[in-house]
C-alpha cells in the first residue's frame, strides 16, 4: 500500500516562529499537495509540487519537494495566529492515477 | 459561484438505519470524491467518479454506495448506518485529473448511535 508520514503529530509555537512540517511517502511521488483545514472546515487547497527539487512560495509558506520526490517539507516563517489549523499533504496514488490520499495531518497551534 | 457544497451539515442516526449525503457543485468538475476524516487517520477516500455516469472504489468502500446521476451531484448513501461510519465526510471536486487541486465541501458530521 502507499502512504505518507507527516511529522510531527501536532505543534505548538510562538507568533512569530518558525517551523518546518514534514511528508516523507516510501514510493516516489507522482507529485505532492499541500492543504490546510482550519478546525471544522473544509480543506483548502495550498501548493502542488510535481517536479524533484521544486520549491514554492506563497506569502509566508514555503514548500520544497526532494530530488527523489518522496520527501517535502511545508516551511511557516514568522507565524501567525492565522496559520493555526490542520495541515496535510496529500498525492496521487503510483497505482491508480485517479485516486488520491493523505497523510494523517499536523495540528499546528500558534500562541499570541 | 457556492463552490462545492454539501447538505446535510450534521445528523444522528440509529444503527441500522439509512441515509444519503448528497455534494453538489457549481463549477463544472469532471472528478468528484467522498472522503470521510477520523481522528489520527487523515481523509481516506471512499468513493470518487471520473464523470458523469461513472463512479469507482476508492480506499474504504464498504458499506457504502454513490450515485452520480448528474455532473454536478455526487451522492453518497449509507444502506445500514453502523457506529464505525460516525465521521465528518467530505466531498470535493476538481477540474483535471492531473491537477488534483480540489475543491472541498464544508463536511458533513455524522455520528451513529
Known amino acids: 500500500s502507499q502512504e505518507l508520514e507527516q511529522s510531527p503529530q501536532s505543534l505548538i509555537v510562538q507568533e512569530g516562529k518558525n517551523l518546518t512540517i514534514n511528508c516523507t511517502s516510501s514510493?516516489?511521488?507522482?507529485?505532492l499537495y499541500w492543504y490546510k483545514q482550519k478546525y471544522g472546515e473544509g480543506l483548502i487547497f495550498l501548493m502542488m509540487?510535481?517536479?524533484?527539487?521544486e520549491e514554492k512560495s506563497h506569502e509566508k509558506i514555503t514548500a520544497k519537494l526532494d530530488e527523489k520526490k518522496q520527501q517535502s517539507s511545508l516551511h511557516i516563517t514568522a507565524s501567525q495566529p492565522s496559520h493555526a489549523g490542520i495541515y496535510l499533504c496529500g498525492a496521487v496514488s503510483v497505482y491508480n492515477f485517479n485516486k488520491f490520499y493523505f497523510g494523517s495531518g499536523t495540528k499546528l497551534n500558534v500562541k499570541p | 459561484n457556492a463552490g462545492v457544497t454539501q447538505t446535510p451539515k450534521f445528523r444522528v442516526l440509529k444503527t441500522g438505519q439509512s441515509m444519503t449525503l448528497l455534494c453538489a457543485q457549481d463549477m463544472n468538475h469532471e472528478y468528484m470524491y467522498w472522503y470521510r476524516q477520523d481522528p489520527g487517520m487523515g481523509l481516506r477516500l471512499i468513493h470518487y467518479?471520473?464523470?458523469?455516469?461513472?463512479?469507482a472504489k476508492g480506499e474504504v468502500p464498504d458499506g457504502y454506495n454513490v450515485s452520480r446521476l448528474k455532473k454536478q451531484n455526487f451522492l453518497l448513501g449509507l444502506e445500514s448506518a453502523a457506529p464505525s461510519q460516525t465521521s465528518v465526510y467530505f466531498c470535493?471536486?476538481?477540474?483535471?485529473?492531473?491537477?488534483?487541486?480540489?475543491?472541498f465541501g464544508p463536511g458533513t458530521r455524522l455520528t451513529v448511535t
Open positions: 467518479s471520473v464523470g458523469e455516469g461513472t463512479t
Open positions: 470535493a471536486s476538481s477540474y483535471l485529473r492531473d491537477s488534483y487541486e480540489q475543491y
Open positions: 509540487l510535481q517536479k524533484g527539487g
Open positions: 514510493k516516489t511521488l507522482y507529485g
